[in-house]
């Protein structure tokens, strides 16, 4: 339907949803661009207005103003990123496609823009002189950074071709993920019959069901899709070898299948554009020009901390190898583990050593109360409190809205939860925002959101989250209340816009209370009979949490070492693939284990560049949440105040208003130590290399 030509663009209007949410009932794809075009024009004319300013330049009118520029567009592109990741369709696809290289022309125009950089570049000289407050001179600090890191020294000619090397590689890697998407969505394996369904419990066949009816399939239908919530517990439970070698060969395809969504050409060229843009910038490599605005610094940094873990990690993930083999040996089963067999022979030890079964825990899991469990957890540490409002409708009707108060009781912003996996979402899981908190901005209520995806039970049956499903419930949960809790003065400090390998730490030490036995005997009961979950089950969960992990770590640091050496090769391989494996080859990564995400459908990596050359991060961050969580346990209470008032102040509220290693600081009163992530990860084990 064409839009009126007459009737007020929505997206150029205040919100005037509840609790200043959009609305998005008015939006249509075709809203977009004309208010992106408009939104820019205005972003400019603010900057036009800063350069033009005849006054020396001052903290006040230049950072200050530069800071709350380009309020309306970040607002239009939020609601675009979110629509695109979690609601999407063929018309907003197309947006995304259309206007990709026009927003990435317009930052570079932007960070470059002449008359602000000037003034901003004779602020930075002198930003020492000028007496401010730290909050200030770390504002003035990062916004110069970021200019600078955008090519705003460069002259003319070269600040042009920076700005189509940014435009190409913004269409591109919209393109990767568009193909992922693709790929994901539009793949179902069809399971015929009882012998199809062999060895799936009651919960995965529930799964499969309920995605069948998603797809239109008749009553009875029972597929596989490849959301990660469905078809790794088919790896891990289905009999059929058969079928869980056809399951796995499809998921690890992805983005390799030829056709129009094959990705190899795509990442090549992205990793192509991303030299040039390295090299622009004076470095040799892309890692080199990611890492220089990492705590960690340089590619070594990264490579020792990884070589640490990956040199412990190959043995234990060979431990578990051979009890593989050993649980196949008593099956009558010959040869050797494959891929698609790891998952599946994994469970049979985990069971027999453990005596602990996947379908023994989930009933203990349901959604509805892990939720309850992640907004008590924050209530009993932060004193926030979440209150339901289904009366607010958001941009799905999966989607279930709150309003947040503070401690002193306080509306302090809205929380989106998103949590089931649909055609029109990406995979994995991730915080977005529609608006962070930013007093320069006028905003004090944030709008956060969570994305999982999970597989929805049936009508009138609960969700049932495994232990892992439950933990990512918990990390997307810390990330939303970084940016919930942020309480600074300037936008460009607020919320989760923190170095990349510290944005994952008050995700990652979320996590750790979910396994804390008062939350689980509180949180974790029978769906049907309200039991809390027995302690001799949590026992023999808790026993079991290192099982696994040599497998666990194998494959997410070979995934991390790949990322980093190829983005350090100053010639990009011509194949990503053949790349791929030779890196492999070189690590000895063990055949059935294999990188958690291979290069064909690394979104992390290709379907934007926040964590290229950056997969590292989560391993960064676990050193630092393991030793975090030790100052509870020394403590001797998982919700100490006093701690958790000094991770309130120093992490999850004061967004990038101070450097992570001196926030972490202030927190912990020291740096962290490495042990106790290998204890935590069960790599400490006697013989192992001393730390």
């Given at each position: 339907m064409p839009?009126d030509?007459?009737?007020?663009?929505?997206?150029?209007l205040?919100w005037?949803g509840?609790?200043?949410?959009?609305p998005f009932?008015q939006?249509a794809?075709a809203?977009?661009?004309?208010?992106?075009?408009?939104?820019?024009r205005q972003?400019i004319?603010e900057l036009?207005?800063?350069?033009?300013?005849t006054?020396?330049?001052?903290?006040?009118n230049?950072v200050?103003?530069?800071d709350?520029?380009?309020a309306?567009?970040y607002?239009i592109?939020a609601?675009l990123s979110n629509?695109?990741?979690?609601q999407?369709?063929?018309?907003l696809?197309?947006?995304?496609?259309?206007?990709a290289a026009l927003l990435?022309?317009?930052?570079s125009?932007?960070?470059m823009?002449?008359g602000?950089?000037?003034?901003?570049?004779?602020?930075?000289?002198?930003?020492?002189?000028l007496?401010?407050?730290?909050?200030q001179?770390r504002?003035l600090?990062?916004?110069?950074?970021d200019?600078v890191?955008?090519g705003a020294?460069?002259d003319?000619?070269?600040?042009?071709?920076y700005?189509s090397i940014?435009?190409?590689?913004?269409?591109l890697?919209?393109r990767?993920?568009?193909?992922?998407?693709?790929?994901?969505?539009?793949?179902?394996l069809?399971l015929?019959g009882e012998?199809?369904?062999?060895?799936?419990p009651?919960?995965?066949?529930?799964?499969a069901a309920q995605a069948?009816v998603?797809?239109?399939l008749p009553?009875?239908?029972?597929?596989i899709?490849?959301?990660r919530s469905?078809i790794v517990p088919f790896l891990?439970?289905?009999?059929r070898?058969?079928?869980r070698e056809?399951a796995?060969?499809?998921?690890n395809a992805?983005?390799?299948?030829?056709?129009?969504?094959?990705n190899?050409?795509?990442?090549r060229q992205?990793?192509?554009?991303?030299?040039a843009?390295a090299e622009?910038h004076?470095?040799?490599?892309?890692?080199?020009?990611?890492l220089a605005?990492?705590?960690?610094?340089s590619?070594k940094a990264v490579?020792?901390?990884?070589?640490?873990?990956?040199?412990?990690?190959?043995?234990?993930?060979?431990?578990?190898r051979?009890?593989?083999?050993?649980m196949?040996?008593s099956?009558?089963?010959?040869g050797?583990?494959e891929?698609?067999?790891?998952?599946?022979?994994?469970?049979?030890?985990r069971q027999a050593r453990?005596?602990i079964?996947e379908?023994e825990?989930?009933?203990?899991?349901p959604?509805?109360r892990?939720?309850?469990?992640?907004?008590d957890?924050a209530q009993?540490l932060?004193g926030v409190?979440?209150e339901?409002?289904?009366?607010?409708?958001?941009?799905?009707p999966?989607v279930k809205?709150y309003e947040v108060f503070?401690?002193?009781g306080?509306?302090?912003?809205?929380?989106?939860?998103?949590?089931f996996a649909?055609q029109?979402k990406?995979?994995?899981?991730?915080?977005?925002?529609?608006?962070?908190?930013?007093r320069?901005?006028g905003?004090e209520r944030?709008?956060i959101v969570n994305?999982?995806?999970f597989a929805?039970?049936?009508?009138?049956?609960p969700?049932?989250?495994?232990?892992?499903?439950?933990r990512t419930?918990?990390?997307?949960f810390?990330?939303?209340?970084?940016?919930?809790?942020?309480r600074?003065t300037y936008?460009?400090?607020a919320?989760?816009q923190v170095?990349r390998?510290?944005?994952?730490l008050p995700?990652?030490?979320?996590?750790?209370?979910?396994?804390e036995p008062?939350?689980?005997r509180?949180?974790?009961?029978?769906w049907?009979?309200?039991e809390?979950i027995p302690d001799?089950?949590?026992q023999?969960l808790?026993?079991?949490q290192?099982?696994?992990q040599g497998?666990?770590?194998?494959?997410y640091?070979?995934s991390?070492?790949?990322d980093l050496?190829?983005?350090?090769?100053?010639?990009p391989?011509?194949?990503?693939?053949?790349?791929e494996?030779a890196?492999?080859?070189?690590?000895?990564?063990?055949?059935?284990?294999?990188m958690?995400?291979r290069?064909?459908?690394?979104?992390?990596?290709?379907?934007?560049?926040?964590?290229?050359?950056?997969?590292?991060?989560?391993l960064?961050?676990?050193v630092l949440?393991?030793d975090?969580y030790d100052?509870?346990?020394?403590?001797?209470?998982p919700?100490?105040?006093?701690?958790?008032?000094?991770l309130?102040?120093?992490?999850y509220?004061?967004?990038?208003t101070?450097?992570?290693q001196a926030a972490?600081?202030?927190?912990?009163?020291r740096?962290?130590?490495?042990?106790?992530l290998?204890?935590?990860r069960g790599?400490l084990?006697?013989?192992a290399?001393?730390v």
């Open positions: 839009l030509p007459v009737a007020p663009n929505p997206l150029l205040p005037s509840p609790f200043g949410l959009p009932a939006i794809p809203h977009f661009g004309p208010a992106l075009q408009e939104a820019m972003q004319a036009d207005a800063i350069g033009a300013a006054e020396l330049p001052s903290f006040d230049t200050v103003p530069l709350k520029a380009g309306l567009l607002r592109e609601v629509l695109t990741s979690s999407t369709s063929p018309e696809q197309a947006v995304q496609r259309d206007t990435a022309a317009h930052d125009q932007v960070k823009h002449p602000v950089f000037a003034r901003l570049d004779a602020l930075h000289e002198r930003r020492h002189a007496e401010l407050a730290p909050e001179l504002l600090e990062r916004l110069h950074q200019a890191r955008a020294r460069f003319a000619e070269a600040q042009a071709r700005s940014m435009q190409q590689l913004a269409e890697t919209t990767f993920a568009q193909n992922v998407l693709a790929d994901e969505s539009s793949y179902q069809l015929l012998a199809d369904l062999a060895g799936l009651g919960f995965v066949r529930a799964a069948a998603e797809r239109g009553a009875g239908s029972h597929v899709t490849l959301s469905l891990t439970f289905s009999e070898r058969d079928l056809t796995w060969r499809a998921w992805r983005g390799e299948t030829g056709g129009e969504t094959d190899r050409e795509v990442a992205i990793l192509v554009l991303r030299q843009q622009a004076g470095y040799a490599c892309y890692a080199d020009y990611a605005d990492t705590m960690a610094g590619q490579f020792d901390l990884l070589n640490e873990v990956w040199q412990r990690a190959l043995p234990a993930a060979e431990r578990e051979q009890a593989l083999i050993a196949m040996r099956h009558g089963v010959a050797e583990p891929a698609w067999d790891w998952r599946y022979w994994s469970e049979k030890v453990f005596s079964e379908s825990l989930k009933p203990y899991f959604l509805d892990m939720v309850e469990a992640v907004f957890c009993r932060f409190r979440f339901a409002r289904p009366e607010v409708a958001a941009y799905h999966d809205v503070d401690a002193q306080r509306s302090a912003g809205v929380f989106l939860h998103d949590n649909r029109t990406r995979s994995g899981a991730w915080m977005s925002d529609f608006n962070y908190q930013s320069n901005r905003v944030p709008i994305n999982n995806n929805k039970g049936a009508p009138g049956e969700t049932l989250l495994s232990f892992d499903d439950a419930l918990f990390h997307e810390g990330h939303g209340l970084h940016g919930l809790l942020s600074v936008h460009r400090l919320g989760t170095l390998d510290f944005v994952e995700s990652q030490l979320f996590e750790h209370w979910l396994a008062q939350v689980l509180q949180h974790a009961r029978h049907q009979t309200g809390p001799a089950l949590v023999r808790q026993a079991a290192r099982w696994g497998y666990e770590t194998v494959s640091c070979g991390a070492l790949v050496e190829i983005h350090a090769q100053s010639t391989p011509a194949d990503i693939v053949a790349f494996q890196a492999l080859q070189r690590l000895c990564m063990p055949r059935a284990v294999g958690r995400h290069l064909p459908h690394f979104q992390h990596l290709f379907a934007g560049a926040s964590y290229a050359s950056g997969y590292y991060v989560y960064w961050a676990e949440d393991a975090a100052a509870f346990i020394e403590a001797g209470n919700f100490d105040a006093d701690v958790a008032a000094r309130h102040r120093h992490i509220a004061s967004g990038d101070v450097a992570p972490y600081t202030a927190f912990r009163g740096l962290p130590s490495l042990v106790p290998l204890t935590k790599l084990d006697e013989g290399p001393s």
